[in-house]
């Protein structure tokens, strides 16, 4: 359950502060508020799940070097915070390039202009917060009731039945098959929708999306479409609670194709790790030919909820060629690249997904590309290694492709600490050395600069730093490291040795 941010902003809780919206104003009719919490911790990223709102006497937070002051705005960005509120009184104001950094990353950086108390604010909205979610606990309750009475008089046709979720939940609900064709809709009307019946023109409109099962394949979804005023809240919690009851009644009238029933059992045996013959057979059901290449993709919502619909809209949207599966909080996709094309189709898939997926709270890693089906669970299980490091880096993207992270996912595999820490020693101690004395990020620093291909203008904006500012700390760099490492066979070495010394692998202990 959540609250939107304008509303706590323009409330009577955070009144008294005299709040000012002073980066990343145009997101802040887009957030909604799970919590709100305070803290002077400058390392506190690590701690979220996504949804706060933090509140901070920014005592701590502007006494840090510019740089560091970047990585906390970056570092709240990427952990999806709703919005972020620091006491500016005594004459106090945040950087320009702070303020210009949360409005690149999209992120509400509110000034509070008088004193305030936190752990009053904290109470009064955290209970409006706690408050609405037994309101809307309630309504689904109630509303599930309604639909099992209806079905118990009326019968199990569609229709009726979202008919009255509609009317109950003031939205659009629509039920879609897996190609995005509407099956039955209602409420369009009400909900200002009424184009709706096209769901590529009202993708943006969709506030909740659940599946709908049928014999334990997922055939359909149930999605709740609505403009401003719906409560997108209440109809989070009210989808999944209410998804049983419409699956049942879909299941008399729209059974699963044996293509769509093959389909799933492919993908069930690629999450299990399964091949074998059993394997080619299943592919060979789907029209997948057995020497097509493939790679497999995992995506995850910051919200919590299944992204199913945001990862659904956006390969449709880019034509490609994949297939999804719905497991727990995440969704699995088996993508498919023409024999011969595989690099250039990835390479385009994955820059588009970045696009399709930026500032929607999903998440997502591609792995390795096989030559066929059988390399399908291998794929799986690096794509779940490189979303793991990937969130754990501090880049900024929506999907992480496996190719960015050969280094550390080979060091998980083949390396151990003991000779990890050894190769970083011997390749940057003396400049793991200068940073722990002087500070500056100046590991982090040499990796972005070669990941950029030593190109000194698109690091610099990678790192929010000016120009010159980069040239200075690239000279501290390259005066511990003995020269520029340019032209010299030291380049691809500082490369490996980087990534290791960024600390993301899960080295194992042992020779």
């Known amino acids: 359950m959540s609250i939107p941010l304008d509303e706590i902003l323009t409330g009577e809780a955070l009144r008294f502060g005299d709040p000012a919206v002073v980066g990343g104003a145009s997101t802040v009719p887009l957030r909604r508020v799970r919590w709100v919490h305070s803290?002077?911790?400058?390392?506190?990223?690590?701690l979220l799940r996504g949804g706060e709102l933090l509140l901070t006497g920014g005592q701590a937070f502007l006494a840090l070097r510019p740089g560091a002051q970047l990585e906390y705005v970056r570092s709240l960005a990427?952990?999806?915070?709703?919005?972020?509120?620091?006491?500016?009184?005594?004459?106090?104001?945040?950087?320009?390039?702070?303020?210009?950094?949360?409005?690149?990353?999209?992120?509400?950086?509110i000034e509070l202009r008088r004193v305030v108390p936190f752990v009053e604010v904290a109470e009064a909205v955290n209970r409006r917060i706690v408050s609405r979610q037994v309101e809307a606990l309630q309504t689904a309750d109630a509303l599930s009731q309604q639909l099992t009475e209806k079905m118990a008089v009326s019968g199990s046709s569609l229709g009726p039945l979202l008919?009255?979720?509609?009317?109950?939940?003031?939205?659009?609900?629509?039920?879609?098959?897996?190609?995005?064709?509407?099956?039955?809709?209602?409420g369009l009307e009400a909900a200002g929708l009424e184009t709706a019946r096209d769901p590529s023109e009202q993708g943006e409109s969709v506030v909740a999306s659940v599946p709908l099962g049928v014999g334990g394949v997922d055939v359909a979804r149930l999605e709740f479409r609505g403009g401003a005023?719906?409560?997108?809240?209440?109809?989070?919690?009210?989808?999944?609670?209410?998804r049983g009851i419409?699956?049942?009644?879909?299941?008399q009238h729209h059974?699963?194709?044996?293509?769509?029933?093959?389909?799933?059992a492919l993908l069930r045996m690629v999450l299990a790790g399964g091949g074998g013959d059993q394997l080619l057979e299943l592919a060979e059901a789907t029209g997948l030919g057995l020497e097509t290449p493939v790679a497999a993709a995992i995506f995850r919502s910051s919200s919590g909820a299944p992204p199913s619909a945001a990862v659904d809209r956006a390969l449709r949207g880019l034509r490609a060629?994949?297939?999804?599966?719905?497991?727990?909080?995440?969704?699995?996709?088996?993508?498919?690249?023409?024999?011969?094309?595989?690099?250039?189709?990835?390479g385009e898939l994955v820059i588009a997904l970045r696009d399709a997926l930026a500032r929607t709270g999903t998440v997502g890693a591609l792995g390795p590309t096989m030559p066929n089906i059988r390399g399908a669970s291998a794929s799986l299980v690096e794509a779940r290694t490189t979303l793991r490091l990937g969130r754990a880096s501090k880049w900024d993207y929506a999907v992480y492709d496996s190719a960015d992270f050969v280094v550390e996912r080979f060091a998980e595999r083949e390396l151990s600490r003991q000779a990890a820490q050894a190769f970083v020693q011997e390749t940057l101690g003396p400049l793991i050395e200068l940073e722990q004395k002087r500070g500056g990020e100046l590991v982090r620093t040499l990796d972005v600069w070669i990941t950029a291909g030593c190109n000194t203008a698109d690091a610099a904006r990678t790192l929010f730093l000016e120009r010159q500012s980069l040239h200075k700390r690239l000279a501290r760099i390259f005066d511990a490291l003995g020269g520029d490492p340019r032209g010299t066979g030291r380049l691809g070495a500082l490369a490996f040795a980087v990534k290791l010394a960024r600390g993301n692998a899960q080295l194992r202990d042992g020779a």
């Open 255 to 264: 059974r699963p194709s044996l293509a769509r029933m093959a389909d799933d």
């Open 163 to 186: 008919a009255l979720a509609a009317e109950a939940l003031g939205a659009a609900v629509v039920v879609v098959d897996t190609s995005g064709a509407v099956l039955e809709a209602a």
């Open 321 to 346: 060629r994949a297939r999804l599966h719905a497991d727990g909080d995440t969704v699995v996709a088996l993508l498919a690249f023409a024999p011969g094309q595989q690099a250039v189709e990835r």
């Open 78 to 109: 990427e952990r999806s915070v709703a919005g972020v509120a620091v006491e500016t009184l005594g004459g106090r104001r945040l950087p320009d390039e702070v303020l210009a950094a949360a409005d690149e990353l999209g992120l509400p950086l």
């Open 39 to 46: 803290s002077e911790v400058v390392q506190i990223a690590p």
């Open 229 to 242: 005023r719906v409560d997108a809240s209440l109809i989070e919690t009210v989808a999944p609670r209410v």
């Open 246 to 251: 419409l699956a049942l009644a879909l299941a």
